[in-house]
């Protein structure tokens, strides 16, 4: 049998002393309510936390000292670089290209090595990297 809110509604009026099924949820959730606590457990989701961060992309992979001074020197690059005004994904291509070019962000991303087939070969690279 389905139950609806306007079968509970007539069984009231009907003066019958039904246990209806909207009685049955609510007691039970009396009765559970102070034993499931909302707060997460400090344990939990820190393991929770370091399980996110492993699966992005790049989250196994271990930096040398060099790498790690490099990540944080690009990291506070990038956040001047967002601080600034005005920021550059908030104004019209045409006026933010101008901005975009003398970013020393965008000048080192155009150092980079990009999409070049023959790259690793010439310099050497092992290509199970």
Known sequence: MFWSFKDTVMSVRGGGLRVTM?????????LLGP??????????????????????TGGRVVLTAAERRLDARLRTM?????????????????????LI??????????????GDLWWPLKHKVPLWI
């Open 101 to 114: 070019e003398e970013s020393p962000v965008f000048r080192l991303l155009q150092k980079m090595p990009k």
């Open 78 to 98: 990038m956040e001047r670089e967002m601080s600034r005004e005005p920021f550059p994904p908030s104004v019209h291509f045409f006026r933010a290209k101008p």
């Open 22 to 30: 909207l009685t049955c949820w609510g007691s039970l959730l009396l």
């Open 35 to 56: 034993a499931c606590d909302g707060a997460p457990v400090p344990s939990q989701r820190e393991a929770l936390r370091c399980q996110e961060t492993s699966r992005q």
